[in-house]
């Protein structure tokens, strides 16, 4: 049994649970926006985690999943709590039917897609580009400072330069111009990321499965995900054969940092020179399939049908 | 240099800078968060084969990568102060761009550093009651059961151990186990829990079961390091300069 959870109607949930349908694979579908209505506990014993989870629909032994893709979406912003006041007991069943959810995950002996303690090497980038570095990626040049005259230094060596956030919170890559240079010393409040920019062909390699699904991304916007905004045309995705050599390397960094399914993005320069940017851990795929057409989300499905049993036992090699 | 990295209020880990200054261990830097807080001038870099730390204290002393050996690292997060004068509606993204940061650069501080920060804790990992709960089950301590669930309130990082129970606090490093004396078998899963943690320094509390055995009651990446007293002190002294010529 597959446990699938979030919100149904997202697209990247959709296109897993549609492929799951196909294959007649057995899952339970658990919306967020239930959360009212489910109840769910856990037990560590010894060596055994049992529970279960009370959906709507019916009751389910935890130990019978075998396989868990969650794609949860923050549950403070939950539209079921929208005129909640900030103590109310919705609010707080919320929260902790969503803690317990989360830390059930996060033990049990299941194949989850992806579990939250190697999701956090994204939470800084370039921590995680210290963990990419050591399995052989190349990194574009960084500096983090609280300096104006340090990026000014930077940015005339480098000639271009971009600016983008160090923490997960999601932000549009820039190019540094002469406008941000005039307003460099508001930076002295925070210290702040910046990167030599590299030319070249951005890369979008989806591993899941021992399977790598790269995606060239064409576009003249220096953050290809605005491409409409910035270069005033979106960008044009097509799908690429990667090396063995490279394919291999990608699926050795996905496993690296303990990621069942990640998306990692990388620019090939005009010398062949691959540089990796970062790795998320929660990729929305649907984008890059839709528009290519590579069969991502029934690789998805293939990995967490062919979860095996382990019933009860603990999750060997928790890291 | 080697560095001892921690708040003002960590009373161990102003005793592990003065008990290492005594051993003579130096140029050792007390390293408080509070300065860090308002260190003058960050630069932090990397590239496709080096990573470089540089910042100015308020004091004016320059901390550089190139001049540090080590670190005993006790930061728990970055402390309150630049986050803090963001505006309230960025205070939230200052906070997570600070974590990152600091993640970050003691990621790259070269040398040997007790403890290494990880992506789930900054001074080494924060693990939920209940994960240490598998962990210390599968190290071979016994633990006692863990419960959870949605409609009761989350125990979150507190101990296991019951009210009125006698309690014990080790610290396991580099397998070996310093603090209070345990039997043999009790004293090698607590080293196995700290090795299965990927931990190079972690306390861990037992408490006495009813049938006398010392059970799993918590564990933590910055425990209180006196209970180790001189032996610790001479084993961190002794990790710290390994290699180092002086």
């Known amino acids: ?319 | 240099m080697w560095l001892v990295l921690c708040s003002s209020s960590d009373t161990s880990g102003l005793w592990v800078y003065q008990g290492l200054r005594q051993l003579g261990v130096g140029p050792m830097e007390l390293v408080l968060s509070e300065w860090l807080a308002f260190g003058s001038r960050w630069e932090h870099r990397l590239d496709g084969s080096a990573t470089q730390f540089r910042v100015t204290l308020p004091d004016g002393r320059v901390l550089c990568s190139s001049r540090i050996r080590g670190a005993i690292n006790r930061l728990l997060a970055p402390a309150p102060g630049i986050d803090q004068q963001a505006a309230i509606s960025d205070r939230e993204y200052a906070h997570a761009e600070l974590q990152a940061f600091y993640l970050s650069w003691l990621q790259g501080l070269p040398g040997v550093m007790i403890n290494r920060p990880g992506a789930v804790g900054l001074c080494g990992p924060w693990y939920h009651t209940s994960e240490w709960v598998c962990r210390a089950s599968r190290a071979g301590l016994k633990a006692p059961v863990y419960r959870q669930s949605a409609h009761e309130t989350e125990r979150g990082y507190a101990s296991l151990a019951p009210e009125g129970a006698t309690t014990i606090n080790v610290i396991a490093f580099r397998g070996e186990v310093y603090g209070e004396r345990v039997g043999e078998p009790v004293a090698r899963a607590c080293a196995r829990l700290a090795q299965e943690a990927r931990t190079e320094l972690l306390g861990i509390e037992l408490y006495a079961g009813q049938d006398g055995e010392w059970t799993f009651a918590s564990a933590t990446p910055c425990p209180g390091l006196s209970v180790g007293g001189m032996p610790l002190l001479h084993s961190l002294a002794d990790a710290l300069t390994e290699g180092a010529t002086s």
């Open chain 1, 1 to 319: 049994m597959i446990l699938v959870c979030g919100i149904p109607s997202e697209t990247p949930l959709r296109m897993v649970t549609s492929n799951l349908e196909r294959m007649k694979a057995e899952f339970a579908l658990l919306s967020q926006r239930e959360f009212p209505k489910c109840q769910l506990w856990f037990e560590v014993n010894g060596g055994e985690i049992i529970g279960e989870l009370h959906a709507p629909e019916r009751t389910y032994p935890l130990q019978e999943f075998t396989a868990v893709y969650p794609r949860l979406m923050d549950d403070r912003f939950l539209p079921e709590l929208s005129d909640e006041p900030p103590d109310s007991s919705l609010r707080k069943h919320c929260r902790s039917f969503h803690d317990t959810l989360i830390r059930w995950m996060e033990i049990a002996p299941a194949l989850v897609i992806n579990r939250c303690a190697p999701m956090a090497s994204n939470s800084s980038k370039p921590y995680q580009a210290q963990l990419i570095r050591e399995q052989g990626f190349l990194v574009p040049e960084t500096l983090i400072t609280n300096d104006p005259e340090l990026v000014r230094e930077f940015r005339a060596k480098h000639g271009r330069v971009i600016y983008k956030s160090i923490s997960a919170v999601r932000s549009i890559v820039q190019e540094l111009n002469d406008e941000d240079e005039a307003r460099l010393e508001r930076i002295r409040w925070c210290p702040t990321q910046f990167q030599a920019f590299e030319e070249g062909t951005n890369l979008r390699v989806h591993t899941v499965g021992g399977e790598a699904f790269a995606t060239a991304v064409r576009s003249e916007a220096t953050d290809y995900r605005y491409a409409a905004r910035q270069a005033g045309e979106p960008a044009e995705l097509r799908e690429v054969t990667l090396s063995s050599e490279l394919s291999e390397k990608c699926l050795r960094l996905s496993q690296a940092l303990g990621l069942e399914f990640a998306g990692i993005d990388l620019k090939v320069t005009p010398e062949d020179d691959v540089y990796c940017f970062e790795v998320n851990p929660c990729p929305a795929f649907s984008y890059y399939e839709a528009n290519t057409g590579q069969p991502i989300s029934a690789a998805v499905a293939r990995r967490l049908a062919s979860a095996s049993v382990t019933v009860g036992t603990l999750k060997p090699g928790l890291a």
